[in-house]
């Protein structure tokens, strides 16, 4: 009988590690792109800096509210970088958020990376060099704590040339031809997000359509609004840049491969890519600040985008699967427990 009961129970509890792996819930991660005009430096933009970081965690946008997971910076240094660390550290915790830069800088630039050393483990850093381009580019490799399955996922962080000339839009197609062929060799099941200020002025350009060109990471722009986004009205809604000054640019950018959108690991989680601030009430081609009045409860916030930089953070959600052991463990005791009773008859 002792066998017997001790047997029943071995294959309950081996259900129950099954039922684990089945029955697991969703978290979500929140990716921030940022191009932070070298700051923050001084108290002023500190405090402008986290004003912008707390009211991008409060944030409720389709039921998720989350502090940032990952924010990748384009135009940072290890001043600034250092600053930015601190200031979110300052707000969550001394220790909660690590970060990487590029060892070099070009046009005294840097690419760089902050994340949350509580939800995500550092796999892998690295920066891509090449004469190609105009500005290193950041590579993170990154693995969900805690997730259930393949969640595991690359970023670049990338400052493409600047200007609207043709040697500047050929420029940036021979930048992106590198970072493609570097994020083409990670394999074609990689989860990649190309983030980063990308200068483009139309959906039509080179640089652009590379990243959705064929290939194991090929891209795919979550809002897909393709069209002549520069001093166009009809895309005011997705202007990231200039907040202080004329809103007429989209610039700012995540991309992200089709490993995002299979419904299997981490995924990019539908209607939450968004340009923080741009409510499009704004006079187009005028600052941010003309779409909020004074008594706007996101005015304080709006007067920081306004204050700090000259690009709008771009945020993505995302959704990962982590194990729920206490809630199937719950509901499996009783049944264990009566196979228990039952073999002591």
């Known amino acids: ?20 792996t089945l029955f697991a819930q969703t978290d979500t991660l929140r990716v921030v792109n940022y191009n932070v005009l070298h700051g923050p430096s001084g108290s002023q ?29 384009q135009e940072t240094s290890n001043s600034s970088i250092t600053a930015a660390r601190n200031a979110l550290n300052s707000v969550y915790g001394s220790g909660t958020y690590g970060s990487y830069i590029t060892p070099q800088g070009k046009s005294g630039l840097w690419n760089g990376v902050i994340y949350n050393t509580q939800t995500l483990n550092l796999l892998s850093s690295t920066q891509i060099t090449s004469s190609q381009l105009t500005r290193n580019v950041a590579r993170v490799h990154f693995d969900p704590i805690n997730s259930v399955s393949n969640d595991d996922f690359y970023l670049y962080s990338m400052h493409l040339k600047a200007g609207n000339s043709s040697s500047d839009r050929s420029r940036r197609n021979d930048e992106v031809n590198v970072i493609r062929s570097n994020a083409d060799a ?5 989860n990649v997000i190309f983030s980063g200020d990308f200068n483009v002025y139309r959906s039509s350009e080179a640089a652009y359509q590379r990243f959705l060109s064929s290939g194991n990471a090929k891209a795919n722009d979550p809002i897909n609004r393709p069209g002549n986004w520069h001093d166009n009205n009809s895309f005011s809604d997705i202007h990231t840049q200039d907040p202080s000054n004329t809103m007429d640019d989209r610039f700012d950018f995540q991309l992200l491969t089709d490993e995002f959108f299979d419904g299997e690991g981490i995924d990019y989680i539908q209607d939450s890519y968004r340009a923080f601030g741009n409510i499009d009430s704004h006079t187009f081609n005028n600052t941010i600040l003309t779409g909020y009045s004074p008594s706007h409860p996101f005015y304080d916030v709006a007067e920081s985008l306004f204050n700090f930089s000259d690009h709008l953070p771009v945020i993505a959600d995302y959704s990962i699967e982590i194990p729920e052991p206490g809630t199937m463990l719950a509901l499996l005791l009783p049944s264990i427990g009566l196979v228990i009773r039952r073999q002591r008859i």
């Open 45 to 73: 933009e500190i405090n402008d800096f986290s004003n912008i970081m707390q009211a991008i965690g409060s944030q409720n946008y389709n039921g998720i509210t989350r502090a940032v997971d990952v924010l990748s910076l």
């Open 1 to 20: 009988m002792h066998h017997i009961m001790k047997v029943a129970v071995i294959a309950l509890v081996t259900m129950l590690g099954l039922q684990v």
């Open 186 to 190: 990670l394999g074609s099941d990689a």
